[in-house]
Each structure stands twice: as C-alpha cells, then as structure tokens.
C-alpha cells in the first residue's frame, strides 16, 4: 500500500510539471492541453497524499546524491562520450532533433520514454538531453523511479553544447 501511495504522488508530481510545463506563457491554465489538464485533475483526485507517501518522497529525494545524476558542463558529456558504449538520448520532439542534435545521439521524446524503455540499456552508461534541462531532468527522475540507477541528464543542454561552438548534427 505504501508503495501505491509513493507511486500515485509521483505520477501527481510528473502530471502537475507536464501541465506546468505546456501551460507556460500561456494567459492562463485553461490554454493548456486538456489532456494534460485532466490527468492531473484524475491524479489529483485518487492521489491522496499521505504521511507515509510524503515519507517515500522525502526519503527518495534525499537518496539523490549532489549533483542529481548530472553532467554539468560539456567538457564533462564529451569525456563520458569517449566511452563507445555510452547512450546519448534526445528527448526532444523529432522536429527539433531533425533542426540538429548533439552527434550520435539517438531521439527519444519524453512522452514515448516509457514506450522505449527497449533503448535504454540497463548496463550502459546513459545519458538524456534536451532544450534547456526541464525535459531531460522529468525523464531522468522517471527512469531512476523505474530502477535505471545508469541514467545521467546534461543541464547544459543542446543549448550549452551549441553555445560552446561543438558540432550539431542534422538529419
């Protein structure tokens, strides 16, 4: 019961974010998607947050070590990415992988993450990218909580790595 509790909380946390996220700049809640709009409002109304459940939060939370599972700068994703085996992860849309992506990496959007979950290697260092880190950061928390403990994200994003002057890749 515990566990379903934990659960139900994040997947409120991950719903709220995904509406907070569609409903930035937007004039007001209601120019968010209703989907997203209406998962929260389900989530919201069978996820009863317990002292049990903000216990399993806190004690996830707690458990991240400094750093959150992080690449901070650029010079760090290209010594991780001397490693051939290393996945490096788009998790951008497919239209803003086309427009250029760090080489090699491999596009995953965050809303089909969990319908690959076949491309995330369990024995392989990976790590997850997007625009700015917001994307990247929601999909590093999702596969930590499905049990990837190999699964980095890079804050500088596509935005760091382009400003740093390294190759984009097109296709």
């Not at 209601?30 to 929260?40: D, E, R």
């Not at 690959?116 to 024995?123: E, Q, R, S």
């Not at 500088?156 to 002057?165: D, E």
Request: proline fraction near 6%; include cysteine.
């Amino acid at each position: 019961m515990m566990f379903k509790n934990f659960f139900s909380t994040i997947l409120l946390g991950l719903a709220l974010s995904i509406g907070l996220f569609f409903g930035v700049g937007q004039p007001s809640i209601a120019a968010a998607p209703s989907s997203a709009f209406m998962v929260g409002v389900k989530l919201a109304a069978v996820a009863k947050v317990s002292p049990k459940g903000e216990l399993e939060v806190d004690r996830f939370l707690t458990s991240m070590p400094s750093g959150y599972y992080t690449i901070a700068n650029v010079e760090g994703l290209k010594k991780l990415l001397e490693d051939p085996q290393t996945v490096l992860v788009d998790v951008r849309e497919p239209s803003e992988y086309r427009s250029g992506h760090i080489p090699n990496a491999i596009n995953i959007p965050l809303r089909t993450l969990t319908h690959n979950l076949d491309k995330i290697v369990g024995d392989r260092p990976v790590v997850l990218y997007c625009s700015s880190g917001y994307r990247s950061a929601m999909g590093v928390m999702t596969l930590h909580l499905l049990g990837y403990e190999n699964v980095q994200g890079f804050p500088p994003s596509f935005a760091g790595w382009q400003a740093a002057g390294e190759a984009i890749a097109s296709k």
